[in-house]
């Protein structure tokens, strides 16, 4: 998904009112009509710069799709509230770092308590919830209870 906020060259916490203004600036940049003066139909005209005028049509007939689609969405107060939640959900699922990587089975079970642990180097643990293991997933990243620390657990036993 292309970021709405950097195809229009506009900072996340812009007004609707700014967002407006650079919308009809480069609407009038990349307008299709305004690039009719590229594709000449001329039988003068050489295969080659034929070509680059086509191709100059469709790049810019791209970027005032990819323009107009970002005004759709960020025009519209729900609609870009809706897209700010999806962009921070997206920041927030990326891969995140981990100091290392174990199996499940490398984790001591304590049924009692309903969750799998493992010590930390700085004499914490990483407790992960046997409710929390679904099989859904590959891995699960595991913070430290006393530090800053993370590691990846994968699901399969070992």
Known sequence: MADHYA???VSRDATTAVIRKRYFELSRVYHP???????TATSTATS??????????????AQFHAISEAWRV????????????TLAYGTMSQEQPYQDEVT?????LIED???YVYECRCSGEYLLEIED???DHPYYIVPCDSC?????VTATQS
């Open 133 to 135: 293991v679904d099989g």
């Open 74 to 85: 960020l025009q519209d107060d729900e609609s870009r509230r809706i897209y700010d939640a």
């Open 148 to 152: 800053s620390l993370a590691i990846k």
């Open 33 to 39: 009509d305004k690039q009719a003066g590229t594709v």
């Open 113 to 115: 308590d309903g969750v």
């Open 104 to 108: 499940i089975g490398e984790m001591e």
């Open 48 to 61: 080659k710069s034929q070509a680059d005028s086509d191709a100059t049509f469709q790049s810019a007939t």
């Open 7 to 9: 195809v229009l060259g």
